[in-house]
């Protein structure tokens, strides 16, 4: 008899096979005991009826602990009252590792409940489906790119240097000198730019950001492409096409899990549609006035302006040539003016907020040297990064998407700690 996983029932309809699995729940009568299972494939039931599995079987059902392991024998069948289309009629059942009082009942719990008992509520449908949906945007990246003809490139996550910004950074000891925890892999992106053209790197990066809202994690995964002869305008058409092929896969190879999450899959397809609109910070900031928000050019958007914006095109939007004082200072200077700089942030619809930041780079040495050190920055540790200025510099551009930002946008759920399998955020390190 041939062991299958449940995501393949639909394979085997009317065959008698064998499933490892867990049980999540279960209601029995008399004479029927319906068992839900999972076994990290997929959930379905599995009907137990007393007088076709004897005594002995039944009572063993009736009295399964919840999160107990089982091994089950039985026949596929058709179900269409479920999400999932199939469940297992029961002919044995071989308990392989009994359960003690399982905390997460089927019952409502808390979100801090399911936060502190994250490694058990990992098992769940809705962190199921989340954390599938998160394999294939992984997946689909790393498609993305290698079809684009990208080298991934691994950064360091233990650096010198503090290139967003030095109010948020994880410090730590480094044989007795300072260390941080790298905020982005970007300037090492450029130094893989410079060597191997379109290159993309893919990591942790930290920040320690004091803000508790549903867009900030402390510890997220980014990736972040850099390219060689590139023109903003280029890497702008690079960063919709690989956003439209994330959504576009896990429409193909998700249905199941963006059922289990009940996102319409109409709503996701619109965002396959190239290209997204262009608008500048200067437009944004005018539309945002003519709509009663009370903003001056100059300052950064909040989630409130953010969220008007990609509402209002209704589909993933740029922002463009954002002021230079609120931006990083590695952002190509605006050919014609002083005051912006050549960089877009890419927001999601639907209240999400901001999911790409990028910019073309400058490739002065003298400006970016005198950038560093007008923003406090230790020259020291941006020598090496000032001699890709120094031997063969080339226009080029590039951009970072936060992978729990996308996660919880495509996903359409509430807070950024459930894209993420541990998060770690202001006021949690555990589990
Ligand atoms: O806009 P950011 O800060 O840009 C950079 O780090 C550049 N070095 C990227 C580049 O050009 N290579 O961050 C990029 C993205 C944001 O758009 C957001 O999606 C995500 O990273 N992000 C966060 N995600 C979760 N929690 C946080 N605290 C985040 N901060 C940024
Ligand atoms: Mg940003």
Do not use: C
């Amino acid at each position: 008899m041939e062991t299958i996983n449940i995501i393949d029932a639909g394979k085997h309809v009317d065959e008698e096979v064998v499933i490892g699995a867990w049980l999540t729940n279960k209601r029995s009568s008399g004479k029927i005991a319906f068992l839900q299972l999972r076994d990290g494939t997929a959930y379905f039931q599995g009907v137990v009826v007393k007088a076709k599995v004897g005594d002995e079987i039944f009572e063993l059902a009736k009295e399964l602990k919840q999160e107990s392991s089982i091994k089950i024998t039985g026949t596929i069948h058709e179900d269409a009252r479920s999400h999932f289309g199939y469940e297992i009629e029961v002919s044995a059942i071989e308990l392989i590792g009994d359960s003690d009082e399982y905390p997460i009942t089927p019952k409502e719990h808390g979100t801090e409940f399911l936060m502190d008992n994250r490694h058990l509520y990992l098992r769940h449908q809705k962190p199921f489906a989340i954390m599938k949906i998160r394999n294939e945007i992984i997946r689909a990246t790393y498609e993305f790119f290698n079809q684009e003809g990208f080298t991934k490139l691994d950064a360091p996550i233990l650096t010198g240097s503090a290139p967003e910004g030095t109010t948020e950074l994880f410090e730590t000891d480094y044989f007795g000198q300072p260390a941080f925890l790298s905020q982005t892999g970007q300037l090492y992106a450029e130094a893989g730019a410079m060597a191997y053209g379109k290159v993309f790197t893919f990591g942790p990066t930290f920040r320690a950001e004091k803000s508790k809202t549903r867009r900030h994690l402390t510890e997220f995964w980014m990736i972040e492409p850099e390219m060689a002869w590139t023109t903003q305008e280029e890497s702008l058409e690079v960063q919709e096409r690989y956003i439209a092929f994330l959504v576009q896969n896990v429409i193909d190879h998700n249905a199941y899990e963006l059922k289990l999450l009940d996102r319409d899959i109409e709503t996701l397809r619109k965002y396959t549609q190239l290209p997204f609109p262009r608008v500048s910070y200067d437009d944004a900031v005018k539309l945002l006035q003519e709509n009663d928000f009370d903003i001056e050019w100059g300052v950064d958007f909040g989630s409130p302006e953010e969220t008007f914006l990609a509402n209002h095109f209704d589909k993933p939007v740029f922002i463009l040539n954002y002021p230079k004082a609120i931006k990083a200072f590695y952002m190509k200077r605006h050919p014609l003016r002083d005051d912006v700089v050549i960089s877009a942030d890419l927001l999601a619809p639907e209240g999400y907020g901001e999911i790409i930041g990028g910019s073309e780079r400058d490739t002065d040495y003298d400006y970016l040297k005198a950038r560093i050190e007008e923003q406090g920055l230790s020259l020291d540790e941006y020598e090496w990064y000032l001699d890709l200025r120094k031997y063969g510099s080339v226009p080029h551009s590039g951009f970072g998407l936060g992978l729990e930002r996308a996660v919880t946008w495509i996903t359409g759920i509430e807070h950024i700690r459930e894209a993420i399998p541990f998060p770690r955020t202001i006021n949690r390190l555990r589990p």
